[in-house]
């Protein structure tokens, strides 16, 4: 079967810039793990309630790319995604956390169902579907996984602490992973992007995303397509001695 990996969140934003990359260079990042050549490798990928713009996806990648409903709130999903992926699709060789949700409060205005949303939806999920894949990963001994995280894992942003919180997590259970894989031939990597405009950071006022942006060295700033690229990286070849890593993507940010 062909190798496929699954993006979550994969319809927009990050995520879809992810699957466009996999796709246009998908069969350097396969032969990695065991791809079968060009033209082989699949992306299966993720979507919570937005199915117009997953059919958009599919349809554009000319049958190389399936979507799938996944909503993080749902702790059952994942091993049944897993399993339809490469029952349907293809063998997985690569996992992409890249599905999220953030909800904006100061702590002390944060209620308990909030902040367990947040960490539940955005750590938890990514547990969860790292658990899913590592079975069928683990039987081959081989794969890659990597995990978005975010630049308010390691620098402090009002509002956000149960987001960042939870992308801090994900940081700590990249470098776990990787030390209780590896001897599997498994990679296990994070990228932590800085500010990227999607439609999940549309909602800010302009003074928050030029607080957020004011730091950055690079005055081009950070596009979606520049996080893909360096996932796609540490899922390929090129990348076949990195894990436990973080790559950050933020035009300098945190220099």
Same mark, same amino acid.
């Given at each position: ?47 919570? =309630?937005?199915? @117009? ?6 349809? &554009? #990648?000319?049958?190389? $790319?399936? *979507?799938?409903? /996944? ?78 995280? =975010?630049?308010? @894992? ?6 956000? &602490? #149960?987001?960042?919180? $939870?992308? *801090?997590?994900? /940081? ?84």
């Amino acid at each position: 079967m062909s190798p496929t990996y699954l993006v979550t969140g994969g319809s927009r934003g990050i995520g879809r810039a992810v699957v466009e990359t996999l796709l246009a260079g998908g069969a350097e990042a396969g032969e990695a793990e065991g791809g079968e050549g060009v033209g082989q490798v699949r992306v299966a990928f993720t979507y919570r =309630s937005d199915e @117009a713009a997953a059919r958009e996806v599919e349809e &554009a #990648s000319q049958g190389r $790319a399936r *979507a799938f409903q /996944l909503d993080l709130a749902d702790p059952e999903r994942p091993e049944d995604l897993a399993r339809q992926v490469e029952d349907e699709v293809g063998e997985i060789v690569g996992l992409v956390n890249n599905a999220g949700l953030r909800r904006e409060a100061i702590l002390a205005m944060t209620s308990d169902a909030d902040w367990q949303a947040v960490v539940d939806g955005n750590l938890g999920g990514a547990f969860r579907c790292c658990r899913a894949v590592l079975r069928w990963m683990v039987s081959r001994r081989r794969g890659g996984i990597v995990n978005v995280s =975010s630049l308010s @894992a390691s620098h402090g942003v009002a509002g956000q &602490a #149960s987001y960042a919180a $939870a992308k *801090a997590g994900m /940081l700590a259970m990249t470098r776990v992973l990787a030390r209780e894989v590896g001897s599997r031939g498994i990679r296990v990597n994070s990228v932590m992007p800085g500010f990227v405009a999607t439609d999940m950071t549309a909602d800010l006022p302009q003074h928050r995303v030029e607080a957020l942006t004011a730091g950055q060295c690079l005055k081009r700033g950070v596009a979606a397509s520049d996080v893909a690229d360096a996932v796609a990286f540490l899922l390929s070849p090129r990348a076949a001695a990195i894990t436990g890593h973080t790559l950050v993507v933020d035009a300098g940010t945190s220099a």
